[in-house]
T-cell receptor, first 113, second 111 residues
Framework: DGGITQSPKYLFRKEGQNVTLSCEQNLNHDAMYWYRQDPGQGLRLIYYSQIVNDFQKGDIAEGYSVSREKKESFPLTVTSAQKNPTAFYLC????????????FGNGTRLTVT | GENVEQHPSTLSVQEGDSAVIKCTYSDSASNYFPWYKQELGKRPQLIIDIRSNVGEKKDQRIAVTLNKTAKHFSLHITETQPEDSAVYFCAPRHRDDKIIFGKGTRLHILP
């Protein structure tokens, strides 16, 4: 069954710790994306990757880092430099053909105290 | 940089009436125009999309219209039902595959 898997569903961390959110897809998609969603808000783009070993900053990349060593995987690290890390994080992927929709994972809800 | 504006931010319509949400974008190279629906606590899901070579697409009660000259596209929902209550997002695909979402429209269907 093809899809995108984000883990874990809920994550709790203490302030000052780095934390890595997992995103894996088996849809053979070239492009992958990370979005952040705050309560009652829209989706804001953190980072995206069009191809292995390459990625671009989105609108709110500060305090985050990513890697794209494999086509299937695009982990997001929330560093201690991110001032307000508590949020709902959504990973998505898409065929790189220009007219393809995003397929989303179920999200990870991160709480930092 | 790319800019995506979505209006209105909140919309309340009587059940059975129509709803229209508009999305304006800035990148003239955009070539793919989808609408996503997000229910509370769930991931966004595609409900309809349109490519840049057509002006309108319809799928039962849902339609999308595109005006590339004016750089906007709209979501139309007719004969609204309670299950249409959700948040709707536009997310045009920009050059280099960058995808920016509008801020969303919370649609309330009133009984």
């Amino acid at each position: 069954d093809g899809g995108i898997t984000q883990s874990p569903k809920y994550l709790f961390r203490k302030e000052g710790q780095n934390v890595t959110l997992s995103c894996e897809q088996n849809l053979n998609h070239d492009a992958m994306y990370w979005y952040r969603q705050d309560p009652g808000q829209g989706l804001r783009l953190i980072y995206y990757s069009q191809i292995v070993n390459d990625f671009q900053k989105g609108d709110i990349a500060e305090g985050y880092s990513v890697s794209r060593e494999k086509k299937e995987s695009f982990p997001l690290t929330v560093t201690s430099a991110q001032k307000n890390p508590t949020a709902f994080y959504l990973c998505a992927s898409s065929s790189q053909r220009g007219n393809s929709p995003l397929h989303f994972g179920n999200g990870t809800r991160l709480t930092v105290t | 940089g790319e800019n995506v504006e979505q209006h209105p931010s909140t919309l309340s319509v009587q059940e059975g009436d129509s709803a229209v949400i508009k999305c304006t974008y800035s990148d003239s190279a955009s070539n793919y125009f989808p609408w996503y629906k997000q229910e509370l606590g769930k991931r966004p899901q595609l409900i309809i999309d349109i490519r840049s070579n057509v002006g309108e697409k319809k799928d039962q009660r849902i339609a999308v219209t595109l005006n590339k000259t004016a750089k906007h596209f709209s979501l139309h929902i007719t004969e609204t039902q309670p299950e249409d209550s959700a948040v709707y997002f536009c997310a045009p695909r920009h050059r280099d595959d960058k995808i920016i979402f509008g801020k969303g429209t919370r649609l309330h269907i009133l009984p």
